[in-house]
Structures are given as structure tokens and as C-alpha cells.
């Protein structure tokens, strides 16, 4: 590829948020800073929750302030949603999304950037319709009008990659007739230097007020996203299969991220399933540079993800690389997407998807055989080198 001084990354996303798509975005800002780029990321005007107000994404997110942030004045459509009908708001949404990225591109074509770069399919567009060198980012194949959209670009030579999570998202986008040679499959990433040095598993429990002697299984993320609940259910429903101690010590099930307003739906599942609440630890989100300890306190991670097509073929949790980089036993829901990346008992132990009997088989062979353990701790400390937010921004440059 040509040599790459200047990018301008465009998004149509509220920034800061507590949602994944915003910090993965200047994750991949600040790597691409860190290559020695200069890099100027616009972002629209979004109303905020009073926990935002005044906060940038460097505050929030912990990131270098090695980037430029431009917020572009926008209509927010969002904060009209509840006075909108349900079946007809996607269309506004899209209608919005399609106007503000025809402006936001008019705005930033002056710039005379060497690569555009953007996770949006109506920017993605408008790029191509300006004839500028433009890199789309896809974290999932869209229907519809979306997807109608996306076939226009499908032959631009203005497309320098188009960059998908999953292999079966790049033989999807091949499908629709995008060249398989500007198709780089790009997993989500992990910054290490957040998880150099911590403390062991028991420090780390102190400094969090949890409890020293105990078994913690770990669940580190949005409990809902998307409309979508995570799996935390299937969790509950795994801890009616285990015993209240093993080992001779009690077993915790511990989900950090919220929102907490999901926590009283989840005590009443605890409930009808005569699983202890006390055995239930629930916490809202943590700063990200906070998350390395959580994951550490624990003695099993989880990605208890529910089956369909969306968590099947389109994801990559950067949860996934959290966990591995701390070296913490995962067990994760068998799915396509997720064995793109982990391998059984290598690194990892899957069970059958929103199976809460499946799921504590796997914790149980996790918590009582101490080779196995160590065997997995072992291959996650190997792997995790090459999931990190610098060599995705080379891989997609470069």
C-alpha cells in the first residue's frame, strides 16, 4: 500500500459511550496514532447522559490523546426515538444516518487524507461517490436498504480493504461480489499494556472487596447490547448445577458491566431456579483500564453468548482477548465465530449454547483438574501477542 501519513476516521457514533463499538473505534485511533500516523476522528453531536456530559473519549476511555476529535453539529434522532412508533423508526434512523453521512463526507473531503476510514456503510458510500481512497470496517453483513447500499461499492476502485470480523463474513461479502483480494479478516484486538504487572488473583480480589477464599467465575461485559441479553441466564442456570462449594469453597458467579437495571429480572431467575442470591455478585460498568483486575479476580471467565446468527457469524468479543491476555481459564458457548479464534482444551472449553447443565459441566472440569488448567493458562499467554490493536492497524494498512 502507498506510504500513509494522514487518515481521517468517520463515524456515526455517540462518543464517548459505554456501549463496545466507541472504545473499540479509538482503540483503533490510537494504534494508528502510534504507527506514526496523523489522525483526525469525527464523530456527530449526540445528546449524552449526565455521566458523559463534559467527559472525551481520552478521559473516558484511558487512551493516549494522540489523535484529533472533531464533532460535527447533527440532528439526533435517537432522542426522539420514544415518541416515534417502533416499526417505522429504523427507517428514520437510516434516512438520518444516510443524510448526516452525505454532510459529514462533504465536510472532511477538503481535508485531502491518503486513506478515509469508517464502520459505516452510508459513509462507506458517499466516499466512493467522492472518489476518495476510503477503508470500510464491517462488523456485520445489514439487510435491506443497508445491504442494497453496500452492493453499490462492491467494484469501487476507490476501495483500498474492506475488513470483516469473522471469515464468514468475508465469504459473505465475496458473495455479494467484493474482491477477494481487498477482503482482510480482522478479529478484534486487545491492548496489553493495560495487563502488564497486575497483581495476583487474591491482591486483586482485595483491592475489589471480594471475597479471598472462593470459587469466582467470571462473566466481564455488557449483560445486554444490541437488544440482545448476553447469556447471563444461562449462567444463573449453570450455578443451580454446581455445588455451593467446591473445594472446599464457596462458588460466586461475578458479572461486571451492566446495565443494572437488568439485575432485578436476574435474581428473580435465581430465584425460581432455588439458586442462592448470595451467591450472585453484580456490578456496574468499570472504567476499561479497571477491567484487567476484575477478569484476574476470577478464577473462570465466560463468554455465555446465545446462539443465532448474529453471535454465530458476526462477532468477535474483545472480551475475548481480555480474558487472554490475563491468562484466565475461559469456557465459552461452541460457536462458529468464537472457534475462529479458541481451541478446545487448548485454550479454552466451549459448552453448548444457553445449555446452563452444559455450561457447569465445563466449570466443574475447569475448577477440580489442575492440569488442564495450567495447560490452558499457558496457550492463552502464547496466543494473545497476536490479537493486539497495533498489529490489527498494520495488518489493515499494510
Known amino acids: 500500500m502507498m506510504s500513509i501519513k494522514k487518515i481521517i476516521y468517520i463515524t456515526n457514533a455517540r462518543l464517548p459511550t459505554e456501549k463496545a463499538n466507541g472504545y473499540q473505534i479509538c482503540k483503533m485511533c490510537e494504534a494508528f496514532a502510534d504507527l506514526g500516523i496523523r489522525l483526525t476522528l469525527y464523530h456527530p453531536y449526540r ?22 476529535v472533531v464533532t460535527l453539529p447533527n440532528f439526533d434522532i435517537i432522542a426522539f426515538e420514544k415518541y416515534l412508533p417502533k ?31 469508517t464502520r459505516s456503510i452510508s459513509v462507506a458510500y458517499f466516499l466512493h461517490k467522492k472518489k ?8 456485520t453483513i445489514p ?41 482482510v479478516v480482522l478479529p478484534d484486538a486487545v491492548d496489553l499494556k493495560l495487563f502488564e504487572n497486575l497483581p495476583d488473583k487474591y491482591e486483586c480480589r482485595r483491592k475489589l472487596g471480594l471475597p479471598k477464599k472462593a470459587n469466582i ?21 449453570a450455578m443451580k448445577y454446581l455445588l455451593s462449594k467446591i473445594n472446599g469453597e464457596p462458588v460466586y458467579l461475578l458479572c461486571v458491566g451492566g446495565p443494572m437495571d437488568m439485575v432485578p429480572e436476574y435474581m428473580e431467575k435465581a430465584k425460581k431456579l432455588g439458586v ?8 456496574d460498568r468499570v472504567p476499561n483500564y479497571k477491567v484487567p483486575f476484575w477478569i484476574k479476580a476470577c478464577d473462570i471467565v465466560t463468554i455465555p453468548s446465545p446462539k443465532n446468527e448474529y453471535t454465530s457469524y458476526f462477532t468477535s468479543p474483545m472480551k475475548v482477548f481480555e480474558y487472554m491476555a490475563t491468562g484466565v481459564p475461559i469456557v465459552a458457548s461452541d460457536l462458529p465465530s468464537l472457534r475462529e479464534v479458541l481451541e478446545e482444551e ?19 472440569k475447569l475448577l477440580t483438574d489442575n492440569t488442564l488448567k495450567s495447560t490452558i493458562v499457558r496457550n492463552l499467554s502464547l496466543k494473545v501477542n497476536r490479537y493486539t490493536w497495533t498489529e490489527r492497524a498494520k495488518k489493515i494498512l499494510f
Open 47 to 68: 445528546r449524552q447522559p449526565k455521566a458523559f456530559k463534559n467527559k472525551t473519549v481520552f478521559e473516558y476511555y484511558g487512551i493516549s490523546k494522540n489523535f484529533e
Open 87 to 117: 416499526k417505522i423508526f429504523p427507517v428514520f434512523v437510516f434516512l438520518h444516518s444516510y443524510i448526516w453521512a452525505k454532510y459529514a463526507v462533504n465536510k472532511v473531503e477538503k481535508e485531502k487524507a491518503d486513506i478515509y476510514y
Open 132 to 139: 476518495l481512497p476510503f477503508i470500510l470496517e464491517i462488523h
Open 143 to 183: 439487510k435491506g436498504a443497508q445491504l442494497k447500499l453496500l452492493k453499490k461499492i462492491t467494484k469501487s476502485k476507490f476501495l483500498i480493504r474492506i475488513a470483516p470480523l469473522t471469515s464468514f463474513m468475508a465469504k459473505m461479502l465475496e458473495s455479494i461480489g467484493f474482491d477477494k483480494k481487498k477482503i
Open 217 to 237: 467465575i467470571g462473566y466481564i461485559g455488557r449483560f445486554k447490547a444490541m437488544d440482545m441479553e448476553k447469556g447471563i441466564y444461562t449462567l444463573i442456570e
Open 276 to 283: 442462592a442470591q448470595e451467591r450472585l455478585l453484580f456490578y
Open 346 to 364: 487448548k485454550d479454552c472449553l466451549f459448552f453448548e449454547p444457553e445449555k446452563g447443565k452444559s455450561l457447569a459441566e465445563q466449570l466443574l
